[in-house]
Nanobody
Framework: QVQLVESGGGLVQAGGSLRLSCAAS????????MGWFRQAPGKEREFVAA????????YYADSVKGRFTISRDNAKNTVYLQMNSLKPEDAAVYSC???????????????????WGQGTQVTVSS
């Protein structure tokens, strides 16, 4: 089992920045690829970003490319999501997820991931 705990959410003005963290425990963190997803009220969960075990491969949703950066620190068992130039439409509950092998094609599907955190709320005021 892998336990995931997100933090760093909050209220920010449009154009501002936040850094989300996801701390993992329970298994060897570097064995797992990590993803960030978000879900706004009344909408389906959507992919935001993913990173492989080494950090060399990263994937982003088109809607966040150039604004968000995913990274990881295997020594700290933590994956991060740096969010810049936030927009009101970025407001959602952000959750991190883990999987042993990151599919090269389906990395953006929530069903590809085995473990999930509870999520952290991000609110963006206009």
């Amino acid at each position: 089992q892998v336990q995931l705990v997100e933090s760093g959410g909050g209220l920010v003005q449009a154009g501002g920045s936040l850094r989300l963290s996801c701390a993992a425990s329970g298994r060897t963190f570097s064995d797992y690829c990590m993803g960030w997803f978000r879900q706004a009220p009344g909408k389906e969960r959507e992919f935001v970003a993913a990173i492989n075990w080494s950090g060399r491969r990263k994937y982003y949703a088109d809607s966040v490319k150039g604004r968000f950066t995913i990274s990881r620190d295997n020594a700290k068992n933590t994956v991060y999501l740096q969010m810049n130039s936030l927009k009101p439409e970025d407001a959602a509950v952000y959750s991190c997820a883990a999987v042993r092998v990151l599919p090269s094609r389906d990395y953006d599907r929530s069903t590809s991931y085995d473990y999930w955190g509870q999520g952290t709320q991000v609110t963006v005021s206009s």
